[in-house]
């Protein structure tokens, strides 16, 4: 019976990933008649036959939850990663801005070994040593760089996680607060949250990410939330009511379409949860941490700007899981012994590791980079030729490359001659590569881009025509 449904859930997924390959194959014989043709370096088609044979064991074994490519990569070196066939492609992904020092970083694994062998996990029965480090220096890395007055961490496993946290903080502190502000505890408990924006899969995260695509399958989800438009100062006060718990924004929307915050809307956001006695979240989970050159993303903004509680994950440890929330005296205060918990949060290996990531990615030579390889990159992207383009967003290295049409076609186009991207919503093609990328590295991505889009341009105008 097991056998039986192993078997029909295998074929299933190869039946739902057929249309897959059948198109890039279709594409493929497309490209060969195409004079693009010489350019298609990483054909689906030419992929080993070990790849089908361990899409086969996920097919059996795992849960179908991400449309994923005929691509099975086995490692990876700085920006690079190699395929089953040795193929390699230039990752303009970095696993979804968390490789922030690229892939297999010696320094990284010689961490992990050292405390591996050190001690991997306690729980939070006992301290450890490299936990108390990595929050010293969190907390006086942020105090040394920009306002926010951060004074204690709280350690998760990842960024969905943190934003679970930071709600439940905001809500248990609001409402003790609530008599000061004239309210009453019990309404206490809304969350605002913003179009576009993303923070997470888990119930109270999913509640703050209004995409009906995620959310319609596991309605009713946490009550309480709302989802107020993005920049747009003129709709603050209406959706921040003094029922309002706390508000959750990105200072940049990653997976959103890289739209960057302006600093009026955060200083609005800012004053607006002080006259009502709610907490201001900033997600900077895809956006902090020397993405955008400086340490924290909301620190390109005034000091009217900082947040009650910040959280992060990705690039944290360099791609072993964390998180954290960062939050303020006012917060820290009001939290007591068994209002939060986790088993793995705070352990020493990843502790260990993200100490040493941070130390690396937080001195002003390495920001100082990130800033100007993300302007060589931005400037890579402004001289692409298409009729298809409409604008280029970004800050440091965090960009977006707008279409007048849907770019999901391009992803594969892209693959298919060697480089790796990923897309976001309204129209655009987000690149998060390692923040040590080199500006040859972004230059071969751009010859590799430029030749993907005109394929795009042919394949789309031909549909069109
Ligand atoms: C801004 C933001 N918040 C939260 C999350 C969720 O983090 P995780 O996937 O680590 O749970 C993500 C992940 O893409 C994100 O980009």
Request: proline content about 5%; hydrophobic content about 40%; aromatic content about 8%.
């Amino acid at each position: 019976m097991l056998r039986h449904s192993l078997i029909k859930s295998s074929r299933a997924l190869l039946a739902r990933q057929r249309p897959m390959a059948m198109a890039s194959r279709a594409l493929s014989s497309q490209a060969a008649r195409s004079p693009l043709n010489h350019a298609l370096t990483h054909a689906d088609v030419d992929a080993d036959p070990k790849t089908l044979d361990i899409i086969d064991k996920h097919a059996k074994y795992t849960l179908t939850t991400y449309g994923r490519p005929p691509v099975v990569f086995t490692h990876g070196k700085g920006s690079y990663l190699y395929d089953v066939g040795h193929r390699e492609y230039l990752d303009f992904t970095a696993g979804i801005a968390v490789n922030a020092l690229g892939h297999s970083d010696p320094e990284v694994a010689r961490i992990l070994f050292d405390q591996a062998k050190t001690v991997v996990h306690l729980s939070n029965l006992y301290y450890n040593v490299p936990a108390g480090e990595l929050a010293e220096q969190l907390i006086e890395s942020t105090r040394a760089s920009g306002d926010f007055d951060a004074s204690k961490i709280f350690f998760s496993n990842s960024g969905t996680e943190a934003n679970e946290g930071a709600l439940k903080f905001a809500r248990k502190v609001a409402k003790l607060t609530a008599k000061q502000f004239g309210q009453e505890e019990d309404n206490k408990f809304g969350v605002v949250s913003f179009v576009n924006g993303f923070h997470g899969r888990s119930m109270g995260a999913l509640s703050a990410t209004p995409n009906p695509k995620y959310q319609k399958p596991f309605l009713p989800l946490v009550p309480g939330f709302k989802h107020a438009p993005y920049n747009d100062i003129g709709a603050v006060d209406s959706f921040v009511t003094p029922e309002t718990c706390a508000v959750i924004v990105e200072p940049i929307q990653g997976e959103g379409g890289i739209n960057v915050a302006t600093e009026a809307f955060l200083k609005k956001l800012r004053s607006r949860c002080d006259e009502v006695g709610a907490l201001l979240i900033y997600d900077e989970i895809q956006c902090g941490l020397g993405r955008t050159g400086k340490l924290w993303a909301h620190q390109h903004f005034s000091k009217d700007c900082t947040p009650d509680i910040l959280t992060m994950a990705k690039p944290l440890a360099n791609g072993f899981p964390i998180g954290a929330i960062m939050i303020t005296d006012k917060v820290a205060e009001k939290i007591a012994i068994g209002d939060h918990g986790t088993t793995f949060g705070g352990n020493p290996l990843g502790c260990a590791v993200a100490s040493s990531v941070l130390r690396r990615i937080n001195t002003p030579e390495f920001l100082d980079n990130v800033q100007q390889t993300g302007q060589h990159f931005k400037k890579r992207l402004e001289s692409l030729e298409s009729s298809l383009i409409k604008e280029v967003r970004a800050k440091g290295l965090i960009l977006g490359l707008q279409f007048h049409v849907d770019p999901a076609p391009l992803v594969a186009l892209a693959r298919e001659r060697g480089l790796l991207i990923i897309t976001a919503a309204n129209n655009t093609v987000r690149f998060v590569p390692a923040l040590n990328i080199s500006k040859a590295e972004i230059d071969q991505g751009m010859e590799i881009l430029q030749r993907a889009i005109e394929a795009f341009e042919e394949k789309t105008l031909n549909v069109e025509a």
